[in-house]
């Protein structure tokens, strides 16, 4: 059990209070004038420079990957028949979504729509995340590099197993080889550790609250790991997203494919 709390804190983007576009102006951030971005920057570091010992401040920039072809196969057949039959098969025929579906043409616009946003908030001051994260999910790992792709260094992106989605029992949720990555991704780092095949994909579902007990393990590994980073991004998958929300004290939200959700969150280390 983690000896850290976990909270989300309010006040820094429009998503506390309203679901928003999947990318709304300036990613919901209140403050719209030509300075917000360093003002932000500022204002964690002053919460970070006042905190008490054991006490740490991130922002974190949460993205859900772009559609993918399971994404059309649950909307073809709906929640409940994609959920007790379809989503434990591979494919109907016409579409092929297990194992590891890519992303489609609509999904990768999307992905692209994100980078236009970054590029847009870049010519305001935005500056780039000082560790990015990502799900070992192929339409996480192409939203990835579709939205970073030249803005960030070589090996920047560490691909850690935990960031995948709810797991089990949905073919569309178990991965590709480790070895497939890095040919894939040859500019992406990956964990020690991580194994060849998928070892932790079962015929059962993942529960939720093992869900979150693997978000609160991603949050611990990276205040623990990135001590010197306080801008982290995650990208993801709608249910991991929802996990790591409710492990930082907060509800569900939203997310649709292709959107993004910023969040600061507060880590204090219990006695």
């Known amino acids: 059990m983690s000896n850290r709390r976990y909270d989300a804190v309010p006040g820094f983007f429009l998503q506390d209070l309203e679901g928003l576009p999947g990318i709304p102006a300036r990613f919901g951030l209140i403050d719209a004038s030509g300075e917000r971005w360093s003002n932000l920057r500022t204002q964690i570091q002053a919460l970070n420079s006042a905190a008490p010992s054991g006490t740490a401040y991130k922002l974190f920039f949460l993205s859900r990957h772009g559609q993918g072809y399971h994404n059309v196969a649950e909307a073809k057949y709906g929640t409940s028949s994609w959920d007790s039959y379809w989503s434990k098969l591979n494919g109907d025929g016409e579409i092929s979504w297990g194992p590891d579906p890519q992303l489609t043409s609509i999904g990768i616009e999307q ?66 080889t480790r070895t497939y990555i890095a040919s894939t991704y040859p500019n992406f780092t990956i964990e020690d550790g991580f194994t060849e095949e998928d070892e932790l994909w079962t015929p059962e579902r993942e529960t939720k609250q093992h869900m979150e007990e693997r978000a609160r393990n991603v949050l611990d590994t990276i205040f623990e790991d990135d001590t010197d980073n306080t801008f982290i991004s995650v990208t993801a998958h709608g249910g991991f997203i929802n996990a790591f929300l409710w492990a930082s004290g907060r509800p569900s939200y939203p997310l649709p494919t292709g959107g993004v959700l910023p969040l600061v969150v507060k880590c204090e280390i219990k006695a």
């Open 111 to 176: 992905a692209k729509d994100i980078r236009r946003a970054l590029e847009i908030e870049l010519d305001n001051g935005f500056h780039l995340p000082d560790k990015l994260y990502c799900s070992p999910l192929s339409r996480a790992l192409r939203t990835c590099e579709i939205m970073f792709d030249s803005l960030v260094r070589n090996g920047s992106v560490m691909v850690i197993e935990n960031c995948r989605e709810e797991n089990g029992e949905h073919t569309c949720d178990r991965r590709n």
